[in-house]
């Protein structure tokens, strides 16, 4: 991957990331609380990426250069930012379960579309034969998934306690009133 593909890599995703903090309403803290979910994510995948690279079940070949690797992590961090967001909405939305069906979804389509992108372009990303990569690949998404949603969880708080948040007792108590 070359420094030119990771700029634009992470300009693309900068621009998902202005348009999901747009449609989800996401507040200040919110969004804040997302880009600080990304960081702690982005060093967890970058910590992955080294481990895995050390037992031989993938190789992500990074350039030699001094800026490459803190670029990357950057890319990173940007292209993660955004799940937090979401997630945030699903747990408002449908919960802790709302939450698990996510992190299962992506623990499932995670390793896939990572096989599928090192088939096309083999100079990011080579992964060795069998299921321990497979795995490794999975339990990386979660990871970051979960981190970073707990993170963003402790700087700008629940889900449930945002303004945004629906609360069924409330409501049901109003109704009842008029």
């Known amino acids: 991957m070359t420094t030119q593909q990771i700029i ?15 449609f989800t309403r996401a507040t200040e803290w919110r969004v804040v609380g997302a880009l600080a979910g990304g960081a702690a ?9 080294a481990l895995c690279e050390t037992l ?12 490459f690797v ?4 950057l890319g990173l961090s940007i292209s993660l930012t955004p799940i937090y967001l979401v997630t945030w909405r699903l747990a408002r939305r449908f ?4 939450l ?5 979804v992506v623990a499932v389509i995670g390793p896939p579309r990572d ?14 034969p069998g299921v321990a990569p497979i795995l490794a690949d999975a339990a990386t998404y979660v990871g970051v998934v979960a ?7 402790l700087i700008a708080g629940p889900a449930s306690e945002d303004r945004l948040a629906r609360h069924p007792r409330k409501a049901a108590c109003q109704n009842h009133l008029r």
Request: glycine residues 10%; charged residues 5%; aromatic residues 22%.
């Open 147 to 153: 981190l970073g949603h707990a993170v963003m969880r």
């Open 41 to 49: 994510a982005g060093l967890l995948g970058m910590g992955a990426i």
């Open 56 to 67: 031989g079940w993938w190789r992500v070949p990074f350039a030699s250069t001094p800026y």
């Open 8 to 22: 634009l890599w992470a300009c693309a995703y900068l621009v998902e990331l202005v348009a999901v903090i747009y």
């Open 70 to 73: 803190p670029l990357f992590y």
């Open 115 to 128: 096989y599928l992108i090192a088939a096309m372009f083999p100079k990011w990303m080579v992964f060795a």
């Open 95 to 98: 919960g802790w379960r709302g």
């Open 100 to 104: 698990a069906v996510f992190v299962s």
